[in-house]
């Protein structure tokens, strides 16, 4: 079962508009969660985080929010910049360090 | 700084063959973990290691065994491969767990098995 879900395998937006990634959850025991960036031919490096305790958390020009009662988070990209097209990874956690992600959305930022 | 490092990149094997995929890491890290990609699936945890001598089974450990020896290396064993091992494996590792922090990942390692 995908405890973590991407139900968007790509998303297309212009030089300068926002990115919208989103992801859902459906263990209510996750209290960590994760958005990754992979480029082709490389590993997912971290962006940016969100504790449970929280609903938003900024890091320039990523923010990612966190809906607990929709089990939803987002990560909002703006603005957006080729340089920020590739492959975006939501994760969560919990205390059993069994780190669940989603399958992932496909980001294309054209100039 | 090489960070986590995986080899080898590429492997083809034969079904039935056995090989071992090694993860070493420097950063002194406890916690190391290995998951593999699939088209539409994402990362999946096969298994991690919170310490030396210590593993555990992640959401897909069936035909994978791991060791830890030492707080360096996590290496991966497939002993018997099958075409469903066909994937991308990526080794991870975090200062205290996956509950805390990010984790830093290798490059990958492409394996095929026909």
């Known amino acids: 079962d995908q405890q973590v879900k991407q139900n968007s395998p790509s998303l297309s937006v212009q030089e300068g508009r926002i990115s919208i990634l989103n992801c859902d959850y459906t263990?209510?025991?996750?209290?960590?969660f994760l958005w990754y960036k992979k480029y082709p031919a490389e590993g997912p490096t971290f962006l940016i985080s969100?504790?449970?305790?929280?609903d938003k958390n900024e890091d320039g020009r990523f923010t990612v929010f966190l809906n607990k009662s929709a089990k939803h988070l987002s990560l909002h990209i703006v603005p957006s910049q080729p340089g920020d097209s590739a492959v975006y990874f939501c994760?969560?956690?919990?205390?059993?360090?069994?780190?669940?992600f989603g399958a992932g959305t496909r980001l294309t930022v054209k100039p | 700084n090489a960070g986590v490092t995986q080899t080898p990149k590429f492997q083809v094997l034969k079904t039935g063959q056995s090989m071992t995929l090694q993860c070493a890491q420097d950063?002194?890290?406890?916690?190391m973990s290995w998951y593999r990609q699939d088209p539409g699936m994402g990362l999946r945890l096969i298994h991690y290691?919170?310490?030396?001598?210590?593993?555990d089974q992640g959401e897909v450990p069936n035909g994978y065994n791991v060791s830890r020896s030492t707080t360096e290396d996590f290496p991966l064993r497939l002993l018997s491969a099958a075409p469903s091992q066909t994937s991308v494996y990526f080794c991870a590792s975090n200062l205290a767990g996956a509950n805390t922090g990010e984790l830093f990942f290798g490059e990958g390692s492409r394996l095929t098995v026909l």
């Open positions: 969100i504790s449970s305790i929280k």
């Open positions: 950063m002194n890290h406890e916690y």
């Open positions: 263990n209510s025991m996750f209290d960590y």
């Open positions: 994760a969560a956690s919990n205390n059993n360090n069994d780190m669940r």
């Open positions: 290691s919170v310490g030396a001598g210590i593993t």
